[in-house]
């Protein structure tokens, strides 16, 4: 059973930083893309930014320059870097993973966290 832990949210002043980290287990095979997304109160659940197993790298427009996504295939975990972080930032963020059918199938099953709450004062 594939299961995503995450870590590293809570409360911190506009412009300060936060580290989050996903650590995912349970897969027989490798996982294919990895990412953040986030819900805000009111709001659809978002992208946040993604990460290819080659590390190939796509981050919503509003968040480039602040946000930095990166993984490490050889224990499974993705980490996102938050900086300059804003008001509008407050958001539950979760981790995401996607793991082939079969090593040579272009279906995935679809994995999510539990989320972890970020909260940014002003």
């Known amino acids: 059973q594939v299961q995503l832990v995450e870590s590293g949210g809570g409360l911190v002043q506009a412009g300060g930083s936060l580290t989050l980290s996903c650590a995912a287990s349970?897969?027989?095979?490798?996982?294919?893309?990895m990412g953040w997304y986030r819900q805000a109160p009111g709001k659809q659940r978002g992208l946040v930014a993604k990460?290819?197993?080659?590390?190939?790298?796509t981050y919503t427009d509003s968040l480039k320059g602040r946000f930095t996504i990166s993984r490490d295939n050889a224990k499974n975990t993705v980490t996102l870097q938050m900086n300059s972080l804003k008001p509008e930032d407050t958001a539950v963020y979760y981790c995401?993973?996607?793991?082939?059918?079969?090593?040579?199938?272009?279906?995935?099953?679809?994995?999510w966290g539990q989320g972890t709450q970020v909260t940014v004062s002003s």
């Open positions: 990460i290819t197993q080659r590390g190939s790298t």
């Open positions: 349970g897969s027989i095979f490798s996982f294919n893309d």
């Open positions: 995401n993973a996607k793991v082939p059918v079969s090593p040579r199938s272009s279906t995935e099953y679809n994995y």
